[in-house]
C-alpha cells in the first residue's frame, strides 16, 4: 500500500484566519515532504522532515509552519496568508531522505486565500 | 545541480495508440534516479515508474515504459494502448545521490487523449 492521505481536499481561508493541513502516512516511511504548486508548473519544494526533525527548510516564509508530531504525521500550520499563497498543497513520504527513494505523494489541499 | 527538459508542453494521441512523452537530463552525480509522476486534474500526483542510472534494462510497469538512454541523458515514457483516462500532465523527475532528498521536475506535459 502506497498511501498518503491529506486532510482537507479543499479550504477557503482570509488573511488574518488559523488553519492546519494534515498529512498522513501508515508505509513506515521516515521522510516526509510539504511541495507548493501553482497550476500547471511542477512543485516546489518547502519542507523536509527526517525522522521526525526539520531537513530543510527551502526559505519559506514564516507564516507557514510545519510541524511533524510523530513518525505518521505533517501538519502544515497557516497563518496571515496572502492571496498568492493559494495554490495546490502536496505531501509526500518516503521510506527515507537521501538516496535514489521514490517519494509518494497524497491527493493534496486546493488553498483558496481571500 | 539538476536539471530535467520536457520539450512537449502538449501531445495529442488517438484512443489506443503508443504515445511517447520526451524528457531530458542533467546531472554531474555518478548515481541517480528518473521517476515519471502522472498528474489528473483532481491533482494527485501518482507515481508511474522508476529507472535507476545503474540498471541495465529499461523499465516497465505494465502499459509503462521508460526508454533510457544514458548516454544521450534521454529518459522518454511510452504509453501504449493509449486510453482515455491517460488524459493528465505528466512530469519527468529526477533524483541524484547527492541531491539530500531534493526531486527536480520537468515543466511537464499536458497529455490528452482523443477517442
Known amino acids: 500500500d502506497t498511501e498518503v492521505t491529506q486532510t482537507p481536499k479543499h479550504l477557503v481561508m482570509g488573511m488574518t484566519n488559523k488553519k492546519s493541513l494534515k498529512c498522513e502516512q501508515h508505509?513506515?516511511?521516515?521522510?516526509m515532504y510539504w511541495y507548493k504548486q501553482k497550476a500547471k508548473k511542477p512543485p516546489e519544494l518547502m519542507f523536509v522532515?527526517?525522522?521526525?526533525?526539520?531537513?530543510i527548510n527551502e526559505s519559506v516564509p514564516s507564516r507557514f509552519s510545519p510541524e511533524c508530531p510523530n513518525s505518521s504525521l505533517l501538519n502544515l500550520h497557516l497563518h496571515a496568508l496572502q492571496p498568492e499563497d493559494s495554490a495546490l498543497y502536496l505531501c509526500?513520504?518516503?521510506?527515507?531522505?537521501?538516496?535514489?527513494?521514490?517519494?509518494?505523494f497524497g491527493p493534496g489541499t486546493r488553498l483558496l486565500v481571500l | 545541480a539538476q536539471k530535467i527538459t520536457q520539450t512537449q508542453p502538449g501531445m495529442f494521441v488517438q484512443e489506443k495508440e503508443a504515445v511517447t512523452l520526451d524528457c531530458t537530463y542533467d546531472?554531474?552525480?555518478?548515481?541517480?534516479?528518473l521517476f515519471w509522476y502522472k498528474q489528473p486534474s483532481s491533482g494527485e500526483m501518482i507515481f508511474l515508474i522508476y529507472?535507476?542510472?545503474?540498471?541495465?534494462q529499461n523499465a516497465t510497469e505494465g502499459r509503462y515504459s521508460l526508454n533510457f538512454q544514458k548516454a544521450r541523458k534521454s529518459a522518454n515514457l511510452v504509453i501504449s494502448a493509449s486510453q482515455l483516462g491517460d488524459s493528465a500532465m505528466y512530469f519527468c523527475?529526477?533524483?541524484?545521490?547527492?541531491?539530500?532528498?531534493?526531486?527536480?521536475f520537468g515543466q511537464g506535459t499536458i497529455l490528452t487523449v482523443h477517442p
Open positions: 523527475a529526477m533524483r541524484g545521490g547527492t541531491s539530500y532528498g531534493k526531486l527536480t
Open positions: 522532515y527526517s525522522y521526525e526533525k526539520l531537513s
Open positions: 509526500a513520504s518516503s521510506r527515507r531522505w537521501g538516496g535514489l527513494e521514490t517519494q509518494y
Open positions: 529507472q535507476g542510472s545503474y540498471d541495465q
Open positions: 508505509m513506515g516511511h521516515r521522510a
Open positions: 546531472t554531474s552525480d555518478p548515481s541517480y534516479g
